[in-house]
């Protein structure tokens, strides 16, 4: 999936070089196409670090932090087809400020459980990693939310 996302990366920015009109700026085509892209980009580095790190149980905050991302993954989903009828977009894009807001709750108090608790520092170095990566997808969530923000509010 990581590969396919690259090569529609690539074949976006193309045709972008070859179009002389774009439906909307083509700056904000160009980020909005890397941003999506740098979220594939983390999905697959979450996963491949829980494969390479061995990760035998997934601890209840890493649970949560994903469903979260999920979540927001699905509000961008939503955001991101809206783009051409924008009338209920705002709704959508507030639910991914509200789940970075909730992933930040997430993550700090994982954070926090898991020096307080986690004895094994191979397994807390491991963990803080992946609960990193996790939160850099509520992020780059939230980010996609600011550009599609600012699309509609030009073309508003």
Known sequence: MEHKADELTHEMVALLHKSFITPIDR????????????????????SNKMIQYELKEIPEDLFDLSVTGLKSLNEVFEAVSCLKNPVSINVHLRRIH??????????????????????????????????????????????VAIVIEGIVVKHA
């Open 27 to 46: 700056e904000d085509i160009h980020q909005l196409t890397d941003l999506l892209d740098d979220l594939v980009d983390v999905i697959d580095d979450v």
């Open 98 to 143: 509200d789940f970075e807001d909730e992933g930040d709750r997430i993550y700090n108090k994982a954070i926090s459980g898991l020096f307080k608790k986690e004895k094994n520092a191979i397994k807390l170095i491991k963990l803080r990693d992946i609960y990193g990566e996790m939160e850099d997808l509520l992020d780059k969530s939230q980010r």
